[in-house]
Antibody, heavy 119, light 110 residues
Framework: EVQLVESGGGLVQPGGSLRLSCAASGFSFSSYTMNWVRQAPGKGPEWISSISFSSTNKHYANSVRGRFTVSRDNAKTSLFLHMNSLTADDTAFYYC????????????WGQGALVTVSS | QSVLSQPPSVSAAPGQWVTISCSGS????????VSWYRQFPGTAPQLLIY???KRPSGIPDRFSGSKSGTSATLGITGLQTGDEADYYCATWDSGLSGVVFGGGTRLTVL
């Protein structure tokens, strides 16, 4: 069974930094592109980043480019999101997500990690 | 303002049929695969349709997807009260080099 478990969320002051982790299990982690999707309270999902299986290709939404960095450790089957210069607009649940095998669509999601940016 | 446009809400009676539209451009819907998600409060989105019209294992055939040009449509037949949720479309945007989601549609089963 595919499992994705996020951790590292919490309360951070504006301008601060935070690192989220996503522990993956139940599939060949090193074979899949992985994604981060966030959802602010009362809003729809917003894709923010993806990283290819070998870390060669990384993509970011305009809203986080230059502030957030995605990385992965295939040996530890873990995905990371380093977040800097956080603002109130970054307050959201952050999900790691994986495409369905052989297709385009996020079939597997973690339970989400809540990041709250507030003074 | 979302890149993909969805109606804010739709409603229909139990047992009826409803469609939800997702309108974009050539850079997203037109040239890429569309997926659809259902989300209940407090839970992560659930994949209903991928690659425009395919259903993941476990998703009933009451749910269907189609695409024509720069628009995609989710269809739900045999509506149940349990279908009340928020529905989102998503696709890759070649110009933005990222995935974009629609603004979401709240389905009410009257």
């Amino acid at each position: 069974e595919v499992q994705l478990v996020e951790s590292g969320g919490g309360l951070v002051q504006p301008g601060g930094s935070l690192r989220l982790s996503c522990a993956a299990s139940g599939f060949s982690f090193s074979s899949y592109t992985m994604n981060w999707v966030r959802q602010a309270p009362g809003k729809g999902p917003e894709w923010i980043s993806s990283i290819s299986f070998s870390s060669t290709n990384k993509h970011y939404a305009n809203s986080v480019r230059g502030r957030f960095t995605v990385s992965r450790d295939n040996a530890k089957t873990s995905l990371f999101l380093h977040m800097n210069s956080l603002t109130a607009d970054d307050t959201a649940f952050y999900y790691c997500a994986r495409d369905i095998t052989g297709g385009h669509g996020f079939q597997h999601w973690g339970q989400g990690a809540l990041v709250t940016v507030s003074s | 303002q979302s890149v993909l446009s969805q109606p804010p809400s739709v409603s229909a009676a139990p047992g009826q049929w409803v469609t939800i539209s997702c309108s974009g451009s050539r850079a997203n819907v037109g040239d890429n695969y569309v997926s659809w998600y259902r989300q209940f409060p407090g839970t992560a989105p659930q994949l209903l349709i991928y690659d425009n019209n395919k259903r993941p294992s476990g998703i009933p055939d009451r749910f269907s997807g189609s695409k024509s040009g720069t628009s995609a449509t989710l269809g739900i037949t045999g509506l149940q009260t349990g279908d009340e949720a928020d529905y989102y479309c998503a696709t890759w945007d070649s110009g933005l080099s990222g995935v974009v989601f629609g603004g979401g549609t709240r389905l009410t089963v009257l």
